[in-house]
């Protein structure tokens, strides 16, 4: 049995949608009843007040964006801070997905500090983390993923992951079809709990781990059979309302 954490499915829809797209997608989710897992949605930032404004507050799915800036408002052509987002409905952010990482060339420092200014605004932050198909051949991703974990752990200590999540997104799965097992999965799940808990092993027994990587309703319930697995960060798969709402359904 899983151990007692909140579970998570968080869909990315990444540069996808449109407005109609996000009316037809929300409409849809609020006819049905929704199965009792967490339920996030990030809309390209755009789209996050349209949303908002189909959801109302008291919805029980929130809003997230899948990128946040690491500054306060000012002089940073074309980025979003997080308290804009926040205004806007938005109580998520993904920080270092491996697109931005590879398109945007951030750093881990960059994702630290993105990590930080989202806590500190209220944000709940994503963590992604994950190696590259070459690293996991090379066995490099035990070092990978404990690297980009250690980027915020080793400077900040584990207090900052209190209400914070963390999702283990492998490169060589995401949009490709190929999913990490189940067992290739809870290892690496496994091995980031433990890294915390070397730091406090209650802030680590707490936190919500994700993995994500081309799941699908097909795959989702052996994955969250996993005991460090507690839900999906889910792209492609998440842009279909009754997909999305599979998914959701396997993580009760
Ligand atoms: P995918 O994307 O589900 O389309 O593989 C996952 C992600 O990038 O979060």
Redesign the pocket.
């Known amino acids: 049995m899983q151990a007692n954490r909140a579970r998570y499915v968080i869909g ?1 829809w ?1 540069m996808n949608g449109s407005q109609q797209h996000v009316a037809a997608f929300f409409d849809r989710l609020s006819q049905v009843e929704l199965p009792a897992t967490e339920m996030v949605v990030c809309p390209p930032s755009i789209y996050l007040s349209q949303a908002a404004q189909i959801l109302k507050p008291s919805s029980q799915i929130k809003l997230g964006a899948q990128d946040v800036s690491a500054h306060p408002p000012g002089a940073y052509t074309g980025q979003i801070s997080a308290s804009m987002l926040i205004e806007q409905g938005c109580r998520y952010a993904i920080v270092g ?3 931005r990482r590879e398109y945007n060339k951030e750093t881990d420092a960059d994702v630290a500090a993105k990590f930080l200014a989202a806590k500190l605004a209220g944000l709940t932050p994503i963590l ?1 983390v994950g190696e590259t198909h070459a690293q996991r051949l090379a066995e490099q991703t035990d070092k990978v993923v404990v690297s980009q974990l250690n980027s915020i752990l080793s400077h900040h200590g584990a207090d900052v992951f209190e209400g914070a999540l963390l ?1 283990y ?1 492998p490169i060589w ?4 079809g190929l999913t990490a097992t189940p067992e290739q999965a809870q290892a690496v799940h496994h091995l980031l709990r433990e890294t915390i808990g070397g730091y406090d092993s209650s802030v680590a027994a707490r936190l919500p781990i994700l993995y ?4 699908k309703a097909s795959n989702a319930a052996a994955l969250f059979s996993m005991p460090d697995i507690d839900g999906a ?6 842009l279909q309302a009754e997909e999305f709402l599979a998914i959701c359904e396997s993580n009760k």
């Open positions: 990315n990444k997905h491996s697109e992604c999702a997104e799965a995401i949009g490709t994500g990587g081309s799941v960060l889910v792209g492609g798969a998440s």
